[in-house]
């Protein structure tokens, strides 16, 4: 007997997820804190799951759908949780493949295919094939964590679908099995093999006798109003049940989002890409002068056609983006057109395409595009437009729900005049840009869901919307699918008989309602389930931090993350985010499962005790407070900063751990060390060491740094100065790590200062910019500490004296974390304003002076902080300027990270992210490579876990300075 799917109210949480670890469904999870961090995906709409399961082999699945079946639960199938309509959240069971069922099974590098398990990400599925020339077509701009099931579930596209296709035209074979537990392997069939399969019997035989019957008593209505366009995706793709499609059933099931089979495995097909691209890019006068120009420039075989308007690009804040967009022809929007082919084929193609555009009308001018680093940069923009897009230039919040409607592209210019009338009619606004080559928009608007009206101005504007795009021929989702934003809106663009074939094909295959209810069939209405709705109000959590560019509202601050799961790639690309998930790769660590639980905390509901919350301490435990996703995420999530807010309010007037003793105050603790530092090093050196370690709460495994004999200051102010000073003073900020544990660094600064034409001076007295009090979230010690050190550093920075300080993390602490402590004070925006790192000082502020040779190679270690406040690129220009052949390695954190490698419990991971990218890179450098690293945790764990030591940019130049007296 099979139970009939329940209502969430009628089940259990604890029983279910009981039920399903006794059942053999591999890893099963029901705490609050899980519950929470799969309570949305990158839509508007928020679902509490009753257990999240994570199966790792085939049979795990088959069990968990016995079980969910026996208890009448519905079950939801996620992949990298990307989706934006609502199809990846659930209230029964979410199976979370990505995390175990991720395997690639067969490469066939002849036959060009490949079959994966559903939880494979695409990225990794790509660099297999590109092993052998071949690449999967779809590319969505969530490659580098989007699952291929979740690509099937919603017929993902990408930029390349114009030469590759979508998912469904590169879907050969798929294995699923039903809610009921059959399991099935579908593709292309012949009517002998239909007749075959339908003569078995058996529930296999069922279902393929009561599919085909729906083709052939609906042949005319599957031919006229199905597959009109490439990019009608929405609803079922029934199309493919025609005879002259050879009745592809797996193709079929592509775009279904999980509501009619659970896939086991997929065979792709793989295609061989050109060997050589070029990319062109085209200005016109606005968007639709360049929607107006698709038809023309689609006679040329191109490999994609993209759009972006000038409102996305105005959203970009990161400077070397910056940058690219402002040497971008002028225009106020753009088309990035790709060619592929030979080498020498390109420069002609570019050619004669930049003269097809130059007749079209509003074309404002071109560039065709020849450095690999420049087009890399302006392809982010794209990529990451999903991201940038959720807030408006002026910094309000915008939302998906409208997201990637398409029509032919004849169409576009037409509909894109008549949308942007209906956003002024509503009063909306939203960016546009996406597929334009395929008549699909993407676009995010400012909804405002905190109030009635503007909820209600929601579901009128989708219904407007929907309207609109029908008239036009067009799809209400052209690559997203249609989830829970769009599917009520189905019957705008389907007439009766059509939406009755979609609820037939539902109800052979899952005739009890319990895969993913609610999409595409009987569906929820649009506007249930808001993430953000005026009928929840968040709890008043007053904050220390001021969190301006979320009006002060902690709430909204941990909303700014939409979901988008940029911190869920897994190899390092020149960015920092997330360390610790590339390790785990668990939710939880990832910056978007810790934003999803600090906002459930905000709600109270399913995480209920606020600052308190032992769900969201643990969660935060394995962030490394690199800073890294406060730049590479496309929305600039701090979870450094919420880190701090949270530990801060948890331990108010509690025991801390004992790491937060012995690191947070460390600045403090090593002035008493340097009065005998002869003393400490022994003991942490002796057989007491593991019993110092254990009070301290630092890790077993670690070698705890020893004290220098003498300190820096000890030695500066001792010393006569050198140089003639002529540049006048600059102060040299003395960092506690290198004034106390390598002062040889900060001599070498001095040196080095004093050669350029300074007079070094150091600031009066000891000054700390506070930076292990607010790691630990100690702020109301790191406000004193900060408010000390601008004071006194104020009439220096007032009288504009640089600030430059060696150690990337204080830098940095300077420069971001000082003005929000002491929010409005103006010695710390002086001191902020004042801040330079020694390359930017010595290459932009010091003319004339020039940098001694240096014919040496090196390989560079971009510290976490310094990535995600100043960039390397002053560095980058001033090792050139000196002959240096320097790599920067992507390498993203050390994994060291401050106090948090030291920290027992965090040695596993800290190392695991050493040993990605730095750690073997550094092994296998030649022994006369130079290994450069400014930041003292980075030096450490380079110390600690290799055999090789490494050097400061000071240090570098110092040395060159001395062997050229």
Not at 319 to 331: C, G, I, S
Not at 461 to 487: C, I, M, N, P, Y
Request: aromatic fraction near 6%; proline fraction near 5%.
């Amino acid at each position: 007997m099979t139970a009939t799917v329940q209502g969430p109210e009628r089940l259990d949480a604890a029983a279910v997820t009981e039920a399903l670890a006794q059942g053999d469904c591999g890893e099963v999870q029901g705490d609050a804190g899980r519950r929470a961090q799969y309570s949305a995906d990158a839509s508007n709409y928020r679902r509490i799951p009753l257990a999240v399961v994570f199966p790792s082999e085939r049979r795990h699945v088959l069990n968990a759908l016995a079980v969910c079946r026996r208890l009448g639960v519905p079950i939801t199938s996620r992949g990298g949780g990307t989706s934006t309509s609502g199809q990846a959240v659930g209230s029964g069971v979410v199976l979370d493949f990505s995390r175990y069922f991720n395997r690639l099974l067969v490469m066939d590098p002849v036959a060009c295919t490949a079959t994966v398990q559903p939880g494979i990400v695409l990225d990794e599925l790509q660099r297999a094939a590109g092993e052998h020339g071949l690449l999967f077509g779809a590319d969505p701009s969530t490659h580098s964590r989007c699952t291929l099931g979740g690509m099937i579930g919603n017929n993902a596209c990408g930029s390349h679908s114009v030469a590759w296709g979508r998912t469904a035209e590169n879907v050969l074979e798929l294995e699923v099995v039903t809610y009921r537990g059959t399991v099935l392997c579908l593709g292309e069939m012949t009517q002998s093999e239909i007749e075959e399969a339908v003569a078995a019997g058996g529930e296999r035989g069922r279902l393929i006798a009561s599919l085909h019957r729906l083709a052939e008593r609906n042949l005319a209505t599957l031919r006229t109003e199905l597959g009109r366009f490439p990019r009608q995706v929405s609803g079922y793709a029934l199309e493919h049940l025609l005879p002259e499609r050879r009745f592809n059933l797996a193709r079929a099931l592509v775009g279904s989002e999980g509501t009619l089979a659970v896939i086991l495995s997929a065979t792709v097909r793989l295609v061989t890409p050109p060997p050589a691209r070029a990319l062109v890019v085209l200005g016109y006068q606005d968007a639709c002068a360049a929607a107006d120009a698709v038809p023309a420039l689609l006679k040329h075989q191109l490999l994609a056609l993209e759009g972006l308007d000038q409102a996305l690009t105005d959203i970009v804040t990161r400077a070397e983006t910056r940058q690219t967009v402002d040497t971008l022809p002028r225009a106020q929007a753009w088309l990035f057109a790709e060619f592929g082919g030979q080498e020498d084929e390109l420069p002609q193609l570019a050619e004669e395409f930049t003269a097809t555009a130059g007749r079209t009308a509003g074309f404002t001018g071109h560039e065709v595009v020849t450095d690999p680093v420049r087009a890399r940069q302006l392809w982010r923009i794209r990529e990451d437009g999903a991201g940038l897009a959720t807030r408006t230039p002026d910094g309000a919040e915008a939302w998906p729900g409208w997201e990637d409607a398409a029509v032919p592209p004849g169409q576009l210019g037409s509909y894109l005049r008549q949308f942007t009338e209906l956003l002024s009619r509503h009063e909306l606004r939203g960016p546009v840009y996406g597929h334009f080559g395929e008549g699909c928009l993407h676009v995010r608007i400012d909804f405002d869901f905190t109030t009635e009206h503007g909820t209600a101005v929601f579901r009128a504007f989708l219904t407007e919307a929907a309207e609109l795009v029908a008239a036009h021929g067009g799809s209400l989702s052209g690559e997203h699918g249609d989830g829970q934003a769009r599917s009520e809106l189905l019957p705008l663009m389907y007439g009766p008989e059509v939406i009755a074939l979609f609820e037939q094909f539902k109800g052979v295959w899952d005739p009890d309602n319990g895969l993913n209810p609610g999409m595409i069939v009987e569906p929820l209405p649009l506007d249930s389930n808001l993430r953000v709705s005026p009928h929840r109000t968040p709890l008043p959590l007053t904050t220390v931090l001021p969190f301006h560019a979320d009006d002060g509202d902690f709430a909204k601050a941990t909303r700014r993350c939409v979901g988008v799961g940029k911190c869920r790639s897994t190899t390092p690309r020149g960015d920092v985010m997330c360390p610790s998930y590339r390790v785990t790769l668990d939710e939880k660590d990832s910056t978007r499962g810790r934003a999803r639980l600090l906002y459930e905390m905000t709600q109270g509901e399913v995480i209920t005790d606020g600052w308190r919350s032992a769900e969201v301490r643990d969660a935060l435990d394995l962030c490394l407070s690199c800073k890294g996703c406060s730049v590479d995420c496309p929305v600039e999530v701090d979870m450094a900063t919420y880190k701090s807010e949270f530990l801060h309010h948890h331990y108010r007037r509690r025991l801390r751990p004992a790491s937060h003793y012995s690191m947070g105050w460390l600045p403090l603790l090593s002035r008493l060390a340097a009065r005998m530092p002869r003393l400490v090093n022994g003991l942490t050196a002796s057989r007491l060491a593991p019993v110092v370690k254990r009070l301290g709460g630092i890790a077993a495994e670690r070698d705890v740094p020893r004290f220098a004999e003498r300190t820096f200051l000890t030695w500066f102010r001792t010393r006569p100065p050198e140089g003639d000073g002529h540049r006048g003073p600059v102060m040299l900020w003395v960092d506690s790590f290198n004034n106390h544990f390598t002062p040889e660094v900060l001599k070498a600064g001095v040196a080095v200062l004093e050669h350029a034409g300074y007079r070094v001076q150091v600031p009066d007295g000891t000054q700390c910019c506070g930076l292990t009090w607010i790691t630990t979230g100690q702020l109301g010690m790191a406000r004193r500490i900060a408010r000390r050190t601008a004071t006194a550093l104020s009439p220096a920075t007032r009288e504009g004296m640089p600030v430059v300080g060696l150690e990337p993390s204080c830098t940095a602490a300077l420069r971001t974390d000082l003005p929000e402590l002491l929010d409005g004070d103006p010695d710390a925006r002086a001191l902020a304003r004042s801040t330079r790192t020694l390359a930017e000082l010595l290459l932009h502020h010091t003319t004339g002076w020039q940098p001694p040779r240096i014919d040496a190679g090196s390989i560079s270690q971009t510290h976490c902080h310094q990535h995600a406040t100043s960039g390397f690129s002053a560095d980058s220009a001033l090792l050139e300027a000196m002959g240096v052949d320097n790599s920067v390695l992507n390498s993203g954190c050390c994994g060291l990270a401050g106090n948090f490698g030291f920290e027992r419990g965090h040695y596993d991971v800290s190392v695991a992210a050493g040993e990605q990218v730095l750690l073997p890179a550094v092994r296998a450098a030649d022994p006369d490579t130079v290994v450069l690293a400014d930041g003292f945790s980075c030096r450490t764990q380079i110390a600690q876990q290799t055999e090789r030591s490494s050097t400061h940019l000071a240090q570098l130049i110092a040395r060159a300075l001395r062997t050229q007296r």
